[in-house]
């Protein structure tokens, strides 16, 4: 199957259709990433993805999508209040975009906090930088500290355990490390998941 990829919570402004995104639709910038973070409350954008993203995709075939950026709003939801709506905003545009068009696939990227509600509408759950990452602000790679990577595989370990879930582990290392990848690749499907060890431009036949 064939996953087109779709950033739900940012927009950058290379996008040829960013000149259509309502400044009322964004909440702030994030700029390690120089995009806008998007309000999955506000309607307006929830029609755009729905209308103006989804559908052009659907219509070309897609077989599904690989949803992005689906946690972005925590950088400006600064309190439970507003960061539960938030998440429920996008527990919505998911279920929207499922009954809308009910033969695509969904693979989320992160996403933890709605997962309750959308898994069973999910296809896989991928999530990057279980061991090995990349640090875009200093562009740089680096070791995953322990105490995230503890964290990550309790979230990962209970999804594929409770939603019977696919979980995808994309990490990242020089693609001149060849073995390294093949090693870490190793130990990442002996935990249960699909490894992808890749550069961060992802670019390159990675392991």
Known sequence: KVFAYLSIGEVNSTRKWYKQVDPDWILGRNNVWDSEVMDLANP???????????????????????????????????????????????????QTIRKTYPNIHLIANRGFEVMSTVAPQLEAVAAESLFASWDNARKTFRTVKLEDTKWLMEKLTSLKRDYGLDIIVIDYLPIAHREDARTLAKKIQDLGFVPWVTKPELDGMGV
Do not use: C, E
């Open 44 to 94: 307006g954008w929830q029609n755009f993805v729905i209308k103006q993203l989804v559908a052009p995709l659907a219509d070309k075939g897609y077989d599904g999508l690989f949803l992005d950026t689906m946690d972005s709003f925590h950088i400006y939801a600064t309190n439970q209040a507003a960061r539960d709506r938030q998440a429920q905003a996008l527990a919505s545009l998911l």
